[in-house]
């Protein structure tokens, strides 16, 4: 005897572990009864604009030359962007720096051999269709890496609202679903929590290569992913 009510305050003891306070003080008919469904909405869009980050490294005997060779070609790639209609605003400095360059040989110290200026701009590019030609002119500017492209929108939050409009649209049907086949009415909705993710198209390409190669924009999916919580109508 001694044994079994022990064993049902175990029992007692981990089943009140999963009920809240106040749930607690309700008798089972009184707790509120909830229908939780995911929600999934989406919208594929074409970019429409792009950046690219571009630049010059260049080596020199002193910082003074590397700097001076350096601001040399990053005029003339400025001047070719804006040539190709990119205004100077939509041109943005992005890293410049200036490192020793030093000669290693064996069981000797380190002798200073030269100094390597680097400098990189993001540009943006508001004619998506023109990205190609910008890639172009950049090397035939003289620009020695070009790298980073990524196809952006400039409005991703009224994007993302579309997608949340159907992800609340995905679960009332589901929950409505669900409410059908048990017989019940659904009320209202006591809990939304969501999870949006929007990846940018993002290609990595160096000099020449770059420029030679087809550059499609393509579309881009922004996802909402949702838990919508209804109470259940009484």
């Given amino acids: 005897m001694v044994r079994t009510v ?6 007692a003891l981990i089943a009140g572990a999963f009920v809240t306070p106040a749930e607690a003080q309700q008798s089972p008919s009184e707790r509120p009864a909830n229908i939780v469904v995911a929600g999934e909405g989406s919208i594929s869009v074409a970019p429409d604009y792009a950046e690219i980050t ?38 943005q400095t992005s890293q410049f720096s200036i490192q020793p360059i030093y000669a290693t040989q064996a069981n000797t110290e380190p002798k200073l051999n030269g100094f390597s ?50 992800a609340v649209a995905e679960a009332r049907r589901k929950a409505e679903l669900y409410a059908r086949a048990s017989g019940v009415t659904l009320g209202r909705v006591v809990l939304i929590n969501e999870n949006s993710t929007y990846t940018p198209f993002a290609k990595m390409a160096r000099s020449a290569s770059f420029a030679a190669a087809p550059i499609a924009a393509g579309e881009d999916t922004l996802r909402v992913d949702i838990t919508v919580g209804f109470d259940i109508a009484h």
């Fill in 117 to 166: 200026a680097s400098n990189q701009v993001t540009v943006t590019i508001r004619q998506i269709d023109k990205v190609g030609e910008i890639a172009d002119r950049l090397v035939s500017a003289g620009a020695t890496n070009i790298g980073n492209l990524a196809f952006l929108h400039s409005d991703t939050s009224k994007l993302l609202d579309q997608a949340r409009e159907s």
């Fill in 6 to 11: 022990f064993a049902y305050a175990i029992s």
């Fill in 54 to 91: 571009a630049g010059v490294t260049t080596k020199a005997k002193t910082a003074k030359e590397a700097t001076d060779a350096n601001s040399k070609l990053m005029a003339a790639i400025i001047a070719a962007l804006v040539d190709g209609g990119i205004a100077k605003k939509d041109i």
